[in-house]
């Protein structure tokens, strides 16, 4: 039996080098690329025959644009309008990543820290920025020293509220990373449970645990659905943030 | 029919009108399970964080552990905080 684990190794398919550095188009960016092929499609169908009354793609492009508007007027109000074409971008990009890899045989990229910390950092960079361009960098730095406290309290405060700015990108990237990474491993191992003990109880065994990898299933795809969510919304509360310091 | 049709034409007019592109979304519960899926992983963050900043800060004095203490310590605090926050949060949209 192959390890819990081995599911997550990078194989290369084409080996490229720019100089010094590896840039192989593996079998992650693989799964990246059908991604955005599958969202893509889905959005050219169905913004083809725009109708009244809508086909169901067109619907659920519809649905789809209104619940990220939805999203972003709820955490942001309407100047992060601005931001939907992003948010729309991310959400999509890794809710179909996650989905594509419940499929067997297929492979996750969010479930590879260094991939979601690169999204997330962008993120902390680009709200960092939003912030600096909209307020000017000294009310920016305004930001980490609360109003209406005692100055000796800053001493302790500023540097609390700058550990907790600086700790945003590494808990966004890791919460997507361990939740899919936990699952897809918890579920490789109890598929392992299912051909063991299977094999050696002349198939009533396996029944259990293969009951449990079904309810297992049906978790992680939910949990590929809230992480995407939790990593837009989360995202938009950044912007936020930046939008509106205080 | 002619009545059903303004009736059809009034009803279209008032969603137009208070549309505001999907704004009015009364169910906040969504991102009430955002904010409890945050605080989990915010505090062992900001801990993370607070380690790096020390022990970073130890290799450039060479002053082993006192920096780590510290930033330890305002690691910990900071994540403490900020799962104040959270939580702060999280009530003030209960209420609303």
Redesign the interface.
């Known amino acids: 039996m192959a390890s819990p684990l081995a599911q997550f190794e990078i194989s290369k398919l084409i080996q490229l080098n720019v100089g010094d550095f590896d840039v192989s188009f593996t079998n992650s960016s693989l799964v990246m690329v059908l991604s955005v092929v599958f969202i893509l499609t889905i959005l050219f169908f169905g913004l083809k025959n725009l109708k009244i009354v809508p086909s169901k793609i067109q619907s659920l492009v519809e649905l789809s644009y209104?619940f990220i508007?939805?999203?972003i007027?709820?955490?942001i109000g309407?100047e992060g309008?601005k931001y939907l074409p992003f948010i729309f971008t991310l959400f999509f990009f890794i809710l179909i990543g996650n989905l594509i890899g419940m499929m067997p045989l297929s492979f996750t990229w969010t479930s590879h820290i260094i991939v979601t910390f690169a999204i997330a950092f962008f993120i902390f960079l680009a709200a960092t920025f939003i912030a600096i361009f909209k307020h000017g960098l000294l009310k920016f730095l305004g930001f980490f020293a609360p109003s209406g406290v005692p100055k000796p309290m800053l001493l302790?405060l500023v540097?609390?509220?700058i550990?907790?700015y600086?700790?945003?990108p590494?808990?966004l990237s890791?919460?997507l990373f361990?939740n899919m990474m936990a699952g897809h491993t918890l579920l490789k191992v109890i598929g392992g449970f299912v051909f063991v003990l299977g094999a050696n109880s002349f198939i009533i065994g396996g029944v259990l645990p293969l009951a449990f990898l079904v309810a297992l299933t049906g978790l992680e795809i939910v949990i590929a659905f809230?992480q995407a969510?939790?990593f837009a919304?989360?995202t938009c509360l950044y912007i936020n943030d930046a939008i509106h310091l205080h | 029919m002619q009545d059903k049709n303004e009736e059809l034409k009034k009803k279209i007019n008032e969603f137009k009108q208070n549309k505001n592109i999907g704004f009015k979304s009364n169910i906040n519960t969504s991102s009430m399970i955002g904010s409890g899926l945050k605080i989990s992983i915010d505090l062992i963050a900001s801990i993370f964080v607070g380690i790096m900043i020390g022990l970073g800060m130890d290799k450039l004095f060479s002053t082993k552990p006192i920096f780590f203490l510290i930033f330890l310590l305002l690691g910990v605090a900071a994540g403490f905080v900020k799962m104040y926050r959270s939580i702060i949060n999280l009530e003030k949209i209960k209420k609303k």
């Open positions: 209104e508007s939805t999203m007027g709820d955490n309407k309008l302790l540097p609390i509220e550990i907790s600086i700790s945003r590494i808990s890791v919460r361990a809230l969510y939790v919304i989360l």
